[in-house]
Structures are given as C-alpha cells and as structure tokens.
C-alpha cells in the first residue's frame, strides 16, 4: 500500500495517469497560446475598456479547472485512506496491604538508621514501583489501626507513610491485630490477588485477636501473606528511656517468633522472610515484586477511514466551475 503523509493509497496504480498532466498543460497553454493572445475582440465598446475586465483576466485560467478536476479525480480513483492505530492498555492490578510493626523496638540500630526508618524507606521504594495496584497501609504495635485504606492514590499514601514514627500508639506487639486489621481492609476487594506484607521485628504479647485466629479470617478471604523478620541474629542496641526521659541503647537478644510468620506464610500460600539489614531487606521487597506482577494485556486497533469522496467533491466542484464560467460569463469572449 503506498504511503502519501497523511494519507495511504488502496489503488496507488492510478497515479500513472498523472503523467497525462503535462501534455494536458501543453495543449491547452501551449498549443492554444495564439488563442488566447488574438482572440476576437468587439471593435465597439472599446478594445482598452474590454482587454482590462475581469473576463478576459479570467479566461487563461478556464483551462486550469480541467486539470485541476482531472488531478482531484485521479486522486479520488487511488481511494486516499487516512489510517488510525490505536494501543490499548488495560491493567489488572493488585490490592496489597502492608502492615508495619511501629513499637518501640523497630528503633533498634542494627539497621541504618534504625529499623523502622529502614523498613519505611524501602516500602516506600516498592510502592513507587507499582503504579498499577492500589495499596494500603496498616500500623500495629500495642493495638493497631488503619494509616491509608488502599488507594491508587500512591502520593497521598506516600505522605502518611513519611508521617509514622514509633509511639503513635500504645507500645508492645499485637501481630495478630496488624494481620487482622489488614484483612478488614482488603475483604471488600474485588481485585482476583490480595496480598498483606507484614513487618515485626518481636513476638506477640498483646491484642484482642491472636494470630492464628488472624490466620483462618486471612485464608476464608483468600489472601496471600509475606512476612518478614526484621532484626539481626544475636544481639542488636535497643533504645531504653529512663526516669528523666533520656533515651540510651543496650545490647539485647533479638527475639522474633520466625515460627509464628512462617505459619502465617505457609496458611495462606505467602512465603516468609528474614531481613538482617538494609541491603537483605531490600532484596526481600524485590522478590516479592517479582512474585507478584499485575497483569497488563495490550491490545492493538488498527482502523481506516475513507477520503477519495474529498478529492471526488473538489474534481466535481472544478468542472463545474469550468462549464458554468465558459456557458455563461465567458461565453461572449470564447464566441
């Protein structure tokens, strides 16, 4: 198919007859050109008077309309097509959850500069990389509540996520009520994958739900779980405030119930991870995007729209003019 910006062509073969063009140039300037200089004039009326009237001007550019109408039909009969091309992007994303243990001991500093601050950095790069999925924020540390309800808005959930810092709520760790709270934000989704990440670095002590009553609730909605582990093996600097509201770091064994989140992992079809550092957690957020890819289906629309009736029109309206002009305006001069 010949291409002619902004048009392509069904027959481009008829452009041969475009060649035509010249000869049609020639017999009627050329050939005629003796015509068009003598033709006879009225002695009457004044031959000054009748070589300046619009009529005699117009009359070289009579044959002008010919070849325009026979450029304008050849056009036509090439069948001129504009072509639309169109891509289609439809998405289907993930509702994702991510409940963050925020009590006191996430400020240990066995990560840089300490874990909650960690943990809060490269969530906030995971969520940067998934446009697509609608996401929410769950915070849990002596009981839990809901920081944002899942949204595709991902600035507004961003500056809520810069918000938290430990002490927001009443300290120690309800791991049960930060799954519990997540499931309750996402058991209205209609999204075909539904995932909770959650974040601790201890050991449930606290909470009106415990965490395998959490489990069932989070396996009868059918949503995924990935936990992670936060903290080093060993003994890491944990902050204690005394009586006077100093606050100093001791050295204290990590204690993290890894059976507990491998359950949870395990129930509900998730897996379970254990980050001892920055650079560890940030690997851990990286599989689990890998893990868990919306789906983007592109479809392409090719589409063409018909234009010869265009050129058609111009070709009708030029010959028109010529038979009009040279039967009735110019028809005393060409006598």
């Known amino acids: 198919m010949f291409r002619l910006v902004p048009y392509t062509f069904a027959h481009p073969q008829y452009f041969w007859l475009l060649l035509a063009v010249p000869l049609l140039v020639y017999w009627s300037y050329y050939k005629r050109k003796t ?167 201890g050991v449930n002590n606290t909470g009106y739900i415990d965490p395998y009553t959490a489990i069932r609730i989070t396996k009868a909605f059918g949503i995924r779980v990935y936990t992670i582990g936060i903290g080093k093996n060993g003994t890491a600097p944990y902050p204690f405030t005394d009586q006077n509201g100093n606050t100093f770091y001791q050295s204290m064994p990590v204690q993290i119930d890894e059976q507990l989140l491998r359950e949870m992992a395990r129930e509900t079809g998730g897996n379970y991870f254990r980050a001892t550092n920055n650079s560890s957690l940030k690997n851990i957020y990286n599989n689990i995007d890998k893990l868990e890819k919306s789906k983007i289906k592109i479809s392409n629309y090719h589409r063409k729209s018909e234009h010869f009736h265009v050129f058609a029109f111009f070709a009708l309206l030029f010959l028109v003019a010529h038979f009009i002009l040279s039967g009735t305006y110019l028809k005393t001069i060409l006598a």
């Open 35 to 201: 015509f068009y200089a003598t033709f006879s004039i009225p002695q009457h009326g004044g031959v000054l008077a009748q070589s300046r009237s619009l009529r005699v001007k117009l009359l070289p550019g009579l044959p002008l309309l010919k070849i325009l109408s026979y450029i304008f039909m050849v056009i036509a009969l090439a069948r001129p097509q504009s072509a639309l091309s169109e891509k289609e992007i439809s998405t289907q994303g993930i509702d994702i959850v991510l409940s963050l243990d925020i009590s006191g001991s996430m400020l240990a500093k066995d990560f840089e500069p300490d874990r909650l601050e960690a943990a809060k950095k490269i969530a906030m790069k995971f969520i940067e990389d998934r446009p697509n999925d609608r996401i929410g924020l769950v915070i849990f540390a002596g009981e839990s509540f809901t920081q944002c309800p899942i949204t595709i808005d991902h600035q507004v959930l961003m500056n809520l996520f810069k918000d938290i810092h430990s002490g927001m709520v009443t300290d120690r760790t309800a791991i049960g009520m930060g799954l519990a709270t997540a499931v309750a934000r996402l058991k209205e989704s209609k999204s075909k994958t539904k995932i909770i990440i959650l974040m601790t670095d």
